[in-house]
């Protein structure tokens, strides 16, 4: 009798410790488009995601730099990714975003053109960004493949960082 | 441990309190010698010291105060006459227990500081060497008057002060006998003139005995029982009480060489009078006001957008009833935002004396160090202004007192042969006006010489010789704060390394102050310094250009005015106006910030007049909207030190607006290249056409098929042809900016915005304005087309017409240039 317990419970740990092995490998995604190619970033480096609202431009800096907005009483800096991905500027629609991402305490508004989905990916689809790009000064962190398509995955904090 | 950590702190923070007051007895001691009063407080704060550190094992510090408290307990007795030699080694030992201090309050232990030098010093002292020399002070020794302090005219003494004399004496012998028989000498230091106590001074002596009992057992043990500690318990030098000096006590106060008193000599912590009035206070980490200063900041923001909302609602539904209503709460709401903040402003605001005590110390150091007699008065130093102000003002005004010491007064000799007094007086006031404070500094040296100040900058190249002829005295005089300037035709240890000034000039900046320097030569020299109270909550005046606002610290804005074109000269391609008497220099905001500049045909301009520190200039601007209290946010660490911009507020509508950093535009003037006077250079960019499809048409109308006919007879030209089912459309076309409109067609009778409504609504953009607007309608009565040219239209024509007539009326109204 003991022994069939023992066995249930040894049996019942193992699938325990399996379940938590597979939570672990599974990373969340949010995933968006800029220009024609999907992105992502990990889920708990955004703050939040808000439609569009007006901004304040700041002189003496690159144009990807829209300037700052007001979220509930901060001062946010807001980024518009097409320009940052060195893609042609256009016109905030329906569907444009604010992605308000946060690193530690940098904190900024990123213009999107429209959400896809949140994604669960096993960790062991992601692969390493291409080597064709520079390593250290790379923006993506990685590619996660998919059933139907490749995502890129972006480093949140290389693209909170100041590069003016 | 965590006890101990606590009696520590609580052991600095004292200490550190009581050494703050130190230096200003002193330096008032030196001038009355015999003031008992002041000679019990300061022995006092040794005493204090000494116990507390031997009682937390800093033996050091024990070490070096004890020999302190001995020789300030003979003076204490007029063993011993104080006079400058003695005090320069006591103000020695003072900062050797200041740096001790600072050691343990780092470090948590005493160990590392030589004090064996000092203690030597002070001994010898005690003993009435007065021929030692102590190390870094120059001794330029006033003789003189250290004759006048050692003559004793006994003539003068009345008969009760012979007795107390001769009972003195007769005391300091017992005492001088105890000295030698006891090996510990602790009871002898403890050994006060009772006589010269009152009641409540003896009660304080005895209680003072029994805790030094206590502190010194507790010490012992603490040792004994903590191995640990390594420094033993310091070696007792045998005390030596002096020999009785000669002549004493009543002394006529003598005349020091350097003789800073305040104006108002007011008996600061007057504790020999009793503990009677207990401090209502309570000690605040200064984060909790921090913080306490940014929720108002956020509530200040709140308020000003519930004032937005109320004007808007108010305009909307004038006249009903619950309007008053909100009124009176929005009303209140305000006036206890606004109390708040003054209330919690308040907490955070610190005398400046806290700032001021330091000078009399260091005037006195200066003066013997340059061998000169300077006097300093201070005024107002109750004056309050925020804790964070007070921290950043003290550097400018050492380097500014420093300059006057050093380059201001003159050596007697020579104020002696111009029939100036020998003392030289240097004058530190401190007053509010308005919104500021104003520090001054007046000296009555030799004042500045604004033809030798130009021939210096230019033997240094700062500036050049056309300048140096445009100059005015009071930009002369500005020269000391360039970098590179020093005056002094020597280099001293005191000044004129030429770094002073300017960091005085940066670090006003830094607080949005102003410098104001006048001067006579021969009479002295005066330098103002207007510094904003507070620097988290400040009025700003906002500004707009084009679409764009932005927020001048009001503490900057000198004034400002409104001109006409024509009175903006260029000079060397800089613009300037003349403004009184004075010559200004002019830049636009817009060249500073970048902004797009589209059409702005107006006859005139405001100029605000901007001043900083010592500078000036004229900032033109589209339009004032006016005063407002605005909160200073930082735009982050992504955006932080953008030039010119120094930080964000976010206004009653909920928008975000920057704060000009006047400083930094001040600088960014001098290269921006003005283009005041000038058409904007993006409607020459407008202006240049390449192609007929260069040219872009928008057709606002509802009616599919009008839109189709206007589209035909306009396919010739060959020109952009953009289109609108209705005025909103139209207006968010317009916004999006994805094409410069040459001109509009706009049908008059449409859903959700008809076309006069759209014509008044695009006369509102900047960009637009100019823009011709034409109406297309079949609408043909005078009063709507009356109303058509109210609303800004520039032609009306009504349907049906001919595609020949349309297409001309195009053309001629966007200047359409055929040859493509």
């Not at chain 1, 040894?10 to 999907?38: M, S, T, W, Y």
């Not at chain 2, 003066?367 to 004056?383: A, F, M, P, Q």
């Not at chain 2, 010119?644 to 509508?653: E, L, M, P, V």
């Amino acid at each position: 009798m003991s022994e069939k317990l023992q066995q249930i419970i040894n049996r019942q740990n193992n699938a325990l410790v399996g379940n938590e092995q597979k939570v672990e490998e599974v990373i969340q995604l949010v995933g968006f488009i800029v220009g024609d190619e999907e992105f992502s970033i990990p889920i708990l480096s955004i703050q939040e995601i808000i439609k569009p609202i007006s901004w304040t431009r700041v002189p003496q800096t690159p144009a990807y730099i829209l300037g700052v907005f007001n979220l509930r009483g901060s001062v946010i800096p807001l980024i518009d990714l097409r320009a940052r991905f060195g893609l042609e500027l256009q016109k905030h629609t329906e569907e444009t975003r604010f992605i308000v991402m946060k690193n530690g305490d940098d904190v900024a508004g990123f213009v999107i053109d429209r959400l896809t989905e949140a994604i669960r990916m096993p960790k062991r689809d992601v692969g390493p960004a291409p080597d064709t790009v520079a390593e250290s000064d790379t923006m993506i962190d990685g590619v996660g493949k998919q059933a139907d398509r490749i995502v890129t995955i972006l480093k949140v904090h290389k693209l909170l960082e100041r590069n003016f | 441990m965590d006890e101990f950590e606590e009696i520590l702190q609580d052991f600095l923070i004292e200490a550190f309190e009581l050494i703050e007051q130190l230096d200003q007895d002193l330096v008032e001691l030196e001038t009355r010698p015999d003031d008992l009063d002041l000679l019990n407080r300061i022995f006092r704060v040794a005493h204090t010291i000494k116990g507390a550190s031997s009682f937390l094992n800093f033996d050091v510090l024990t070490h070096l105060t004890h020999h302190m408290e001995n020789l300030l307990n003979m003076a204490r007795h007029g063993d011993l006459v104080i006079d400058a030699n003695v005090m320069d080694v006591i103000l020695e030992s003072i900062d050797l227990m200041k740096a001790l201090l600072v050691r343990i309050r780092d470090s948590s232990s005493d160990a590392g500081v030589e004090v064996a030098g000092c203690v030597e010093r002070l001994d010898a002292v005690a003993n009435g060497e007065a021929s030692v020399v102590p190390v870094a002070v120059v001794v330029e020794p006033i003789v003189a008057i250290k004759a006048v302090e050692d003559e004793v005219d006994y003539s003068q003494l009345s008969e009760a002060e012979v007795e107390a004399e001769i009972e003195r004496l007769l005391a300091e012998k017992q005492t001088e006998a105890m000295a030698k028989r006891s090996s510990a000498q602790v009871v002898i230091e403890e050994e006060p003139d009772y006589s010269n106590m009152s009641d409540a001074e003896v009660e304080a002596e005895i209680e003072r005995l029994l805790l030094e009992k206590q502190a010194q057992d507790a010490a012992k043990r603490a040792n004994k029982s903590q191995n640990s500690t390594p420094p033993p318990p310091a070696p007792l030098a045998p005390v030596v009480v002096a020999p009785v000096p000669p002549k004493v006590e009543a002394a006529p106060p003598p005349k020091p060489a350097a003789t800073p008193r305040r104006s108002e000599p007011k008996e600061e912590g007057g504790e020999s009078k009793g503990g009677a009035t207990v401090e209502q206070t309570i000690r605040v980490d200064v984060k909790r006001l921090d913080h306490l200063m940014n929720l108002i900041g956020e509530l200040v923001l709140g308020k000003n957008r519930l004032i937005k909302i109320n004007d808007d609602v108010e305009e909307r539904y004038e006249g009903e009833a619950f309007l008053e209503e909100l009124n009176q709460v929005v009303s209140i709401v305000s006036l206890v935002t606004t109390d708040l903040q003054i209330a919690v402003m308040k907490t955070r605001m610190l005398p400046i004396g806290k700032v001021f005590n330091k000078f009399p110390r260091m005037i006195r150091d200066l003066s013997r160090e340059l061998n000169k007699k300077i006097e300093l008065e201070i005024t107002g130093e109750d004056t309050e202004l925020d804790k964070s102000i007070v921290e950043e003002i003290g550097d400018p005004l050492v380097h500014i007192i420093r300059n006057s010491c050093d380059h201001g007064v003159e050596i007697p000799q020579i104020r002696l042969d111009a029939g100036k007094e020998e003392v030289g007086t240097i004058q530190l006031k401190a007053y509010h006006e308005g919104n500021h404070i104003v520090i001054q500094i007046i000296d009555d040296g030799k004042g500045l010489d604004p033809e030798m100040l130009k021939s210096k900058a230019l033997d240094k190249g700062l500036i050049t010789e056309k300048e140096a002829d445009g100059m005015s005295d009071k930009e002369a005089f500005a020269l000391i704060f360039r970098p590179g300037f020093s005056t002094a035709a020597q280099v001293t240890s005191v000044s004129g390394r030429g770094v002073g000034m300017d960091v005085v000039k940066t670090n006003i900046e830094k607080l949005n102050g102003m410098i104001d320097i006048d001067s006579e030569v021969g009479r002295g020299t005066s330098m103002k310094l207007k510094i904003p109270l507070t620097l988290a909550i400040i009025q700003a005046l906002l500004v707009g250009v084009q679409e764009e606002y932005y927020a001048i610290p009001l503490a900057s804005v000198l004034e400002t005015v409104r001109i006409a074109k024509d009175d903006i000269y260029t000079v060397e391609s800089r613009s300037v106006m003349r403004l009184r008497d004075e010559v200004l220099s002019l830049v636009h905001i817009g060249d500073i910030f970048e902004v797009e500049r589209v059409f702005d045909n107006s006859e005139h301009a405001y100029v605000v007049v901007l001043g900083l520190a010592e500078s000036k200039i004229g900032l033109i601007v589209d339009t004032l909207i006016g005063q407002e209290e605005i909160v200073i946010k930082s735009l982050g660490e992504y955006l932080k030190g953008i030039e010119g911009i120094a930080g964000a507020t976010i206004r009653g509508d909920g928008g975000v607006t920057l704060i000009v950093d006047v400083a930094a535009l001040m600088l960014m003037a001098k290269s921006v290249k003005s283009t005041v006077g000038q058409t904007g250079s993006e409607a020459k960019k407008i202006g240049v056409k390449n192609s007929a499809s260069d040219y872009c048409v928008m057709i606002v109308d509802d009616s599919k098929t009008d839109r189709t006919i206007i589209r035909k007879s306009l396919e010739p030209l060959g020109i952009t042809i953009v289109e609108a089912v209705d005025g909103i459309e139209a207006l968010n076309i317009l916004k999006q900016g994805d094409h410069f409109f040459d001109g509009m067609l706009i049908d008059i009778e449409m859903p959700r915005m008809d076309g006069y409504t759209l014509a008044s609504e695009i006369k509102k953009y900047n960009k637009y304005k100019n823009m011709p607007l034409i109406a297309v309608t079949s609408r043909s009565g005078k009063a709507d087309r009356m109303r058509g040219v109210e609303s800004g239209m520039v032609e009306y024509i009504t349907k049906p017409y001919s595609p020949d007539y349309l297409m001309n009326v195009v053309k001629r109204n966007i200047k359409f240039t055929e040859g493509f």
